[in-house]
Nanobody, 119 residues
């Protein structure tokens, strides 16, 4: 089992910045991929950024060059630095951890943190 707790959401003006944090606990050693997803009202949840245990990163085209995902393995933390925010970045942001146990993958989710970009 993995527990995830997000923080750092809020209201920000267009062009502003926010930093989301995700604290992981539990079976940390089984995590091989962590990511941030977001869900806007009336839309499906979508991948924003992901980072592997080896540090490889992947971003949605819509956030490339503006968002940066990073992790601190010593603190069991994952971060999402969001710059040049746009109104379309508004949504609930969820931290995800993917584990593999005996060749079976499991997904764990945090409770979500709201990001609102508005003037």
């Amino acid at each position: 089992q993995v527990q995830l707790v997000e923080s750092g959401g809020g209201l920000v003006q267009p062009g502003g910045s926010l930093r989301l944090s995700c604290a992981a606990s539990g079976s940390i050693s089984s995590i091989y991929l962590m990511g941030w997803y977001r869900q806007a009202p009336g839309k499906q949840r979508e991948l924003v950024a992901a980072i592997s245990s080896g540090g490889s990163t992947n971003y949605a085209d819509s956030v490339k060059g503006r968002f940066t995902i990073s992790r601190d393995n010593a603190k069991n933390m994952v971060y999402l630095q969001m710059n040049s925010l746009k109104p379309e970045d508004t949504g609930a942001y969820y931290c995800n951890a993917r584990t593999v146990v005996v060749f079976t993958e499991y997904d764990y989710w945090g409770q979500g943190t709201q990001v609102t970009v508005s003037s």
